[in-house]
């Protein structure tokens, strides 16, 4: 009897849509890790957008799809401290007054995790079999931070990458401007916050910026992009499984806008 762990992982939208290969090294960095990995086919959006907007009523049906979707799985993981946080911490928010949902929100959040946190912190991973030459910065996503408490998991194991230098930006802790619809409700300010954090990322030295969530690693791309540095920009998932084939985000031959 195979008693490996079996995962569902919640792929999110922004992966599906424009970096796949986030996806596909998330599914190598748990196989490596002795888990069964599915890719549930009926899984959508979490909700998260609707819920920032203030649409309860149709956050809390897709969080009802979700949870329904997701209970047979001994863990649930997901390549985003934002959407992860969406289904660990307010899907039993949503569904809390809910008699006949809100124990199975609570159940299912209970068992979901972020990539990172998840390798780090329940598998044990202490370590990975990947190489990268170079020096490297990290940005801490607002959700992974201050929700899931995600930290050092990344780092730790950016140590062990083969060629990596770490070095850490000032204020990498502070939002780089996106916060899902804030940066269409507040442009001026999602534009100064991302100026901010694309100076701090140039006087850190780093070849790359790295990070957990992919709405940050779209902003953060296009603002450098639009002022002509040669940063590149990856999601941690991408060089902790040495899938580095696909184009820096945000560069041509990759499917961002």
């Known amino acids: 009897m195979n008693t490996s762990p079996r995962v569902a992982l919640f792929v999110t939208c922004l992966v599906d849509l424009f970096r796949p290969s986030v996806g596909f090294a998330a599914v190598k960095l748990l196989e490596q890790a002795g888990c069964r990995v599915e890719v549930p086919e009926a899984q959508t959006c979490c909700g998260q957008p ?4 203030g649409d309860r009523a149709t956050a809390t049906e897709m969080a009802r799809r979700a949870v329904a979707l997701l209970e047979p799985y001994d863990h649930v993981v997901v390549p985003s401290g934002s959407c992860a946080g969406m289904l660990r911490v307010h899907y039993p928010e949503l569904l809390g007054e809910d008699p006949e949902w809100a124990g199975r929100a609570r159940a299912v959040a209970e068992r979901c995790h972020e990539l990172v946190s998840f390798l780090a912190d329940v598998m044990k991973v202490e370590g990975v079999e990947a190489a990268l030459e170079g020096r ?6 607002c959700s992974g931070l201050r929700e899931l408490k995600i930290r050092h998991q990344p780092r ?10 770490l070095v850490e930006m000032d204020d990498s802790e502070v939002c780089c401007g996106f916060g899902g619809t804030f940066c269409v409700k507040y442009p001026e300010i999602s534009t100064r916050m991302v100026d901010d954090k694309v100076a701090a990322i140039d006087r850190s030295g780093a070849a790359t910026v790295l990070a957990g969530d992919l709405g940050c690693l779209m902003n953060m791309a296009g603002r450098l992009k639009r002022l002509g540095s040669a940063v590149e920009v990856r999601h941690v998932a991408e060089v902790l499984a040495g899938e580095l084939d696909a184009p820096s985000i945000g560069e041509s031959g990759s499917r961002e806008a």
């Not at 609707?50 to 907007?53: C, G, L, R, V, Y």
């Open 156 to 165: 730790r194991l950016l140590e062990t990458v083969e060629g990596l230098e």
């Open 136 to 141: 490297v910065t990290y940005h801490d996503s």
């Open 50 to 53: 609707a819920f920032n907007s």
